[in-house]
């Protein structure tokens, strides 16, 4: 026999129950049991791989350059001022290649921009290879910049567009790991080669770069092209089927597809295409190639457009501008000065640097849908100010010493791998995969890679000025500007940006509509998997 109470339903108490043993005791409801949360959607997961394998190319050439110039300098006979530019001037470099990825992924589409790129760091990797001289390398620089440029800015694009809500920041991330894996993978190929003649070993080292851009050009063909690209050209149809197969279920496909269509502009008379439906609507809006949008992201922007776009280049001009780039390809400088003296040891001891960096950044991936952004990205910079002080405290006491401190070198190098580790735990990645998604769909390609020009403008500057830098004002007085600049940064991040896990990335845009700081209580985000259901429940009540 069953009581109803309501909507509640209740097994009415058997005689001699536990539930009659006194009736101070109220009635237990049953628990109803949570359906399981869907798995990781394996074809999504595969996509992002594919995608985020572009941002091994900039890793690689940032880890290859730290031992490669050791032997460069050498075998060219060049100053440390030409060392500190061609080290640098690829971020440069890069800017061209993030300065014209926006327009192109919009008008060729994101998959094919990621081919485009894999063919001009190729050429550029094969001509650092066959390098004659200095001007000649320069050359080679120039062209493989110009693709680090469009990998970096098209990596996260595709990646945050391509997954579901519930493992974005995961799959987001993933072009931060690409580029940790390609520093180790450059470490490692500095270590493989520095026994051959000198000056054949750097010219293997750079040379072998051109290897991964050969098959990620043929992977990238096996991918599907970004849903949302393909809604704003108004093909429907193939960006359904793209949006079912990366979606962890069919309802959650439908309603991103409809909050894509919103945010495009396209009414929900477009709304019922069939699957065999492929024809191309008439109601795209004419921003669908770019057009415009350079006007609402400077010239007239909205309030929330206008904190979008400072958000987005405040967190790539403070990872940047920390110095993370003067640890990683100048940590064999920052060892040496620190008393180890042997090349072998040096090099060594950069691969340590480079596991460091990759193993956290590995942690970082698990806990961006979980922790959040913010818990991360505050923790992580925390962490960067706490081992950038420290690494100048070393610096400076080894630097006042005349005898090696062991001490104070164990601090040192301590402090350097807590520094990438910090690093790569929440700034790294953070600032991909933030600036990624907060862009509404309209300025999202020109959006990010105004942020990716800014981060290698950043980068070029901090690694091409690190070693006149330090003369000036010391190796430790570095450090400590370094470490300065962080604690700016994480008031920044602390004030202005808000919690972005569990959005929509068409619900994003919202949250920065009015500043984080006058919001008396920001609202919960609605777990995407739980969305569709809350919305059935609320039009069936």
Same mark, same amino acid.
């Given at each position: 026999?069953?009581?109803?109470?309501?909507?509640?339903?209740?097994?009415?108490?058997?005689?001699?129950?536990?539930?009659?043993? *006194?009736?101070?005791?109220?009635?237990?409801?049953?628990?109803?049991?949570?359906?399981?949360?869907?798995?990781?959607?394996?074809?999504?997961?595969?996509?992002?791989?594919?995608?985020?394998?572009?941002?091994?190319?900039?890793?690689?050439?940032?880890?290859?350059?730290?031992?490669?110039?050791?032997?460069?300098?050498?075998?060219?006979?060049?100053?440390?001022?030409?060392?500190?530019?061609?080290?640098?001037?690829?971020?440069? &470099?890069?800017?061209?290649?993030?300065?014209?990825?926006?327009?192109?992924?919009?008008?060729?589409?994101?998959?094919?921009?990621?081919?485009?790129?894999?063919?001009?760091?190729? !050429?550029?990797?094969?001509?650092?290879?066959?390098?004659?001289?200095?001007?000649?390398?320069?050359?080679?620089?120039?062209?493989?910049?110009?693709?680090?440029? &469009?990998?970096?800015?098209?990596?996260?694009?595709?990646?945050?567009?391509?997954?579901?809500?519930?493992?974005?920041?995961?799959?987001?991330?993933?072009?931060?790991?690409?580029?940790?894996?390609?520093?180790?993978?450059?470490?490692?190929?500095?270590?493989?080669?520095?026994?051959?003649?000198?000056?054949?070993? #750097?010219?293997?080292?750079?040379?072998?770069?051109?290897?991964?851009?050969?098959?990620?050009?043929?992977?990238?063909?096996?991918?599907?092209?970004?849903?949302?690209?393909?809604?704003?050209?108004?093909?429907?149809?193939?960006?359904?089927?793209?949006?079912?197969?990366?979606?962890?279920?069919?309802?959650?496909?439908?309603?991103?597809?409809?909050?894509?269509? /919103?945010?495009?502009?396209?009414?929900?008379? /477009?709304?019922?295409?069939?699957?065999?439906?492929?024809?191309?609507?008439?109601?795209?809006?004419?921003?669908?190639?770019?057009?415009?949008?350079?006007?609402?992201?400077?010239?007239?922007?909205?309030?929330?457009?206008?904190?979008?776009?400072?958000?987005?280049?405040?967190?790539?001009?403070?990872?940047? /501008?920390?110095?993370?780039?003067? !640890?990683?390809?100048?940590?064999?400088?920052?060892?040496?000065?620190?008393?180890?003296?042997?090349?072998?040891?040096?090099?060594?001891?950069?691969?340590?640097?480079?596991?460091?960096?990759?193993?956290?950044?590995?942690?970082?991936?698990?806990?961006?849908?979980?922790? *959040?952004?913010?818990?991360?990205?505050?923790?992580?910079?925390?962490?960067?100010?706490?081992?950038?002080?420290?690494?100048?405290?070393?610096?400076?006491? !080894?630097?006042?010493?005349?005898?090696?401190?062991?001490?104070?070198?164990?601090?040192?190098?301590?402090?350097?791998?807590?520094?990438?580790?910090?690093?790569?735990?929440?700034?790294?990645?953070? /600032? #991909?995969?933030?600036?990624?998604?907060?862009?509404?769909?309209?300025?999202?390609?020109?959006?990010?890679?105004?942020?990716?020009?800014?981060?290698?403008?950043?980068?070029?500057?901090?690694?091409?000025?690190?070693?006149?830098?330090?003369?000036?004002?010391?190796?430790?007085?570095?450090?400590?500007? &370094?470490?300065?600049?962080?604690?700016?940064? #994480?008031?920044?991040?602390?004030?202005?940006?808000?919690?972005?896990?569990?959005?929509?990335?068409?619900?994003?845009?919202?949250?920065?509509?009015?500043?984080? #700081?006058?919001?008396?209580?920001?609202?919960?985000?609605?777990?995407?998997?739980?969305?569709?259901?809350?919305?059935?429940?609320?039009?069936?009540?």
């Amino acid at each position: 026999m069953v009581e109803m109470k309501g909507d509640q339903t209740r097994p009415t108490p058997l005689p001699g129950s536990a539930s009659n043993f *006194g009736s101070t005791f109220p009635a237990m409801e049953i628990a109803t049991p949570e359906k399981p949360r869907p798995g990781r959607n394996k074809f999504a997961f595969a996509c992002a791989i594919l995608a985020s394998m572009t941002s091994t190319l900039l890793g690689y050439d940032i880890g290859v350059m730290s031992g490669a110039t050791i032997f460069i300098k050498d075998d060219l006979k060049i100053s440390d001022t030409q060392i500190e530019i061609v080290a640098g001037i690829i971020n440069l &470099y890069s800017l061209i290649g993030a300065a014209l990825a926006g327009r192109t992924s919009d008008w060729i589409g994101r998959r094919y921009t990621i081919v485009v790129a894999a063919v001009i760091f190729f !050429v550029g990797a094969i001509l650092m290879g066959f390098a004659t001289n200095y001007a000649f390398l320069m050359v080679g620089r120039f062209v493989a910049g110009i693709g680090v440029g &469009y990998a970096m800015m098209i990596a996260p694009v595709y990646t945050t567009e391509v997954a579901p809500a519930s493992a974005r920041g995961f799959l987001s991330s993933f072009p931060e790991v690409f580029i940790n894996g390609g520093v180790l993978l450059g470490y490692v190929s500095n270590v493989a080669f520095s026994k051959l003649p000198e000056h054949l070993g #750097w010219r293997m080292m750079l040379g072998v770069g051109a290897i991964p851009s050969v098959f990620l050009a043929v992977g990238v063909l096996a991918m599907p092209e970004s849903p949302r690209w393909l809604v704003m050209q108004g093909r429907l149809a193939e960006a359904k089927r793209v949006l079912i197969k990366t979606s962890d279920t069919k309802e959650e496909a439908e309603l991103r597809l409809a909050e894509i269509k /919103a945010a495009a502009g396209i009414p929900e008379t /477009a709304a019922n295409c069939t699957e065999d439906d492929n024809k191309v609507i008439d109601h795209v809006p004419k921003q669908s190639h770019g057009e415009g949008v350079w006007k609402e992201l400077l010239l007239r922007p909205s309030p929330a457009v206008r904190r979008i776009l400072l958000a987005a280049l405040g967190i790539h001009f403070f990872q940047q /501008a920390s110095g993370i780039d003067s !640890v990683v390809l100048y940590s064999p400088r920052i060892f040496e000065k620190a008393g180890i003296r042997n090349k072998t040891k040096l090099l060594g001891a950069t691969v340590a640097v480079g596991c460091s960096k990759t193993g956290f950044i590995l942690v970082a991936t698990f806990l961006l849908d979980r922790l *959040g952004r913010r818990p991360l990205l505050l923790t992580s910079t925390g962490g960067m100010v706490v081992s950038l002080l420290g690494l100048a405290f070393g610096l400076t006491m !080894v630097d006042h010493h005349e005898q090696s401190l062991m001490w104070a070198v164990v601090l040192c190098i301590a402090c350097t791998l807590s520094l990438v580790g910090f690093f790569s735990i929440g700034l790294g990645p953070i /600032a #991909w995969v933030y600036s990624s998604e907060i862009f509404p769909l309209r300025l999202r390609a020109q959006g990010v890679s105004m942020g990716v020009a800014l981060n290698r403008l950043m980068s070029g500057i901090i690694s091409m000025t690190f070693l006149s830098l330090y003369k000036a004002i010391t190796i430790s007085g570095s450090f400590f500007l &370094y470490g300065g600049i962080a604690a700016v940064g #994480w008031l920044f991040f602390y004030t202005f940006l808000p919690e972005t896990r569990g959005r929509t990335l068409e619900e994003i845009e919202g949250l920065f509509e009015v500043p984080r #700081w006058k919001k008396s209580a920001p609202s919960s985000p609605v777990p995407s998997e739980n969305r569709s259901e809350k919305n059935h429940a609320e039009s069936g009540s």
